[in-house]
């Protein structure tokens, strides 16, 4: 054994990273391990929506992010038939007025060097292999592998925050393969593309469909460009993600246009997505899993950041309760957060997008959107979970 720790946190992403900042500035001994080096790159759109971006000024970090990566004025939806629908932020809601496009290779450093600074113990190039077996009815720890070295790191919580395919709830049966959760996208940084503006672009065109295209600005030069579907929709439409992304780079009527000088600066790279909070089972004994171990993807938009910032500081807040009360049943509380903030919302964006996303839903919806403004926001706040009356947390 390798020390005790209260918290072993397998996984730096977001999740991770947020639920360490969490607990680490409490005293508790917290552990963030990771496999890879950082900085790392992560395969993403690297649109931070203003609820993520309200969540990472929460953690102090509006200065890491002020003046030195792209700002977002709001989100424009081409339609093939259905023209072009601008909404700005705030869309009437009470989070910021602007986003970033921040790529993950820094937001992620960002994030972890903060919860190194906040006082957790971070361990790189650190692999998990595998839980501790139960003891007690509880895990006492994770196995893993640093340097050739293998270990045991004993600790009284652990939290998954390692991503869709995630070990740890793998391990517990926390994860399923309902199609109905899962979907994959492709990602790829061009140089070259015509036309770029401050905008997160979405191109839900019909050379595509039921796939989902997007444009978004990293900088002056340079953009990320992407797209995605559902596994349910890949079954019935025969759908390949690398042929997709291909047909929205060259044969989608508006996104093509822009993209015909753009030059790929690297190969498309895909990863999967686990949606909806229905592909896991958020909490098992002395477990808990966040972001999209979680599976806590948002299903319209496959936005991911917003949701494992917040989930990690949930269960952040909820196993910091626990440690100090010493009553390990606390921790059921952070399922009832998460339903609370998220079920019905996540229920009704994996029914949207099951049924709606459709060229004879969508280009009819996107064309209304583009003559009635006041509609277009409120598309865009259902897009973003954002609710007029919600109090950003
Ligand atoms: C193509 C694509 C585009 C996307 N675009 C956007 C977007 O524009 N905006 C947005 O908000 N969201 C987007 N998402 C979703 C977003 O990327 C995720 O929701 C987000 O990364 C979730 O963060 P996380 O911390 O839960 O997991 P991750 O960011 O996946 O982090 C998991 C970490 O765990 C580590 N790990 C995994 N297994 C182990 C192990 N066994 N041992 C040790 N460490 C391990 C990994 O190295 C990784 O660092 C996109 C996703 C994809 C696939």
Request: glycine residues 14%; proline residues 6%.
């Amino acid at each position: 054994m390798n020390g005790e720790y209260d918290v072993v946190i397998v996984g730096a992403g977001p999740g991770g990273s947020a639920a360490a900042c969490a607990l680490a500035p409490h005293g508790f001994r917290v552990l963030l391990l990771d496999r890879e080096r950082f900085p790392r790159d992560k395969t993403c759109g690297d649109g931070v929506a203003p609820r993520a971006v309200h969540a990472l000024y929460r953690l102090g970090l509006r200065g890491e992010l002020e003046g030195r990566f792209q700002r977002t004025s709001g989100i424009r939806f081409y339609a093939t038939r259905g023209g072009l629908t601008e909404v700005r932020y705030p869309m009437g809601s009470r989070y910021p007025d602007h986003g970033y496009v921040v790529p993950r290779r820094s937001l992620d450093y960002i994030l972890l060097r903060h919860a190194q600074e906040l006082g957790a113990e971070v361990w790189e190039g650190c692999r998990v292999t595998g839980l501790l077996p139960p003891r007690d009815g509880r895990i006492p720890g994770v196995e893993a592998e640093r340097e050739g070295e293998r270990l045991e790191i004993a600790a009284r919580y652990v939290v998954g925050a390692d991503g869709p395919v995630s070990l740890v709830g793998g391990e517990l049966g926390m994860l399923n393969r309902d199609p109905l959760y899962l979907g994959v996208s492709v990602r790829c940084y061009m140089r070259g593309a015509e036309g770029v503006s401050d905008f997160l672009e979405i191109y839900p065109e019909d050379a595509i469909s039921p796939a989902c295209g997007w444009i978004f600005p990293v900088d002056g030069e340079i953009v990320n460009v992407g797209a995605g579907f559902m596994f349910y929709a890949r079954a019935k439409h025969g759908l390949n993600v690398n042929r997709v992304f291909e047909a929205f780079v060259e044969r989608t009527r508006h996104a093509a246009r822009k993209l015909r000088h753009a030059e790929p600066l690297g190969k498309p790279r895909g990863a999967l997505l686990r949606v909806g909070l229905g592909g896991s089972v958020p909490v098992r004994g002395n477990v808990l899993l966040v972001g999209d171990a979680a599976s806590m993807t948002n299903p319209i938009s496959g936005e991911g950041i917003t949701y494992a910032l917040e989930s990690g500081r949930w269960a952040g807040e909820t196993l910091a309760a626990a440690l100090r009360s010493g009553d390990p049943g606390l921790v059921e509380n952070y399922r009832r957060i998460l339903e609370w903030h998220y079920r019905r919302y996540f229920r009704l964006g994996t029914m949207a997008i099951r049924y709606g996303n459709t060229p004879w839903f969508v280009n009819p919806l996107l064309f209304t959107t583009s003559r009635f403004p006041r509609l277009g926001d409120k598309m865009g706040r259902f897009l973003m979970n954002c609710r007029r009356s919600d109090h950003p947390l």
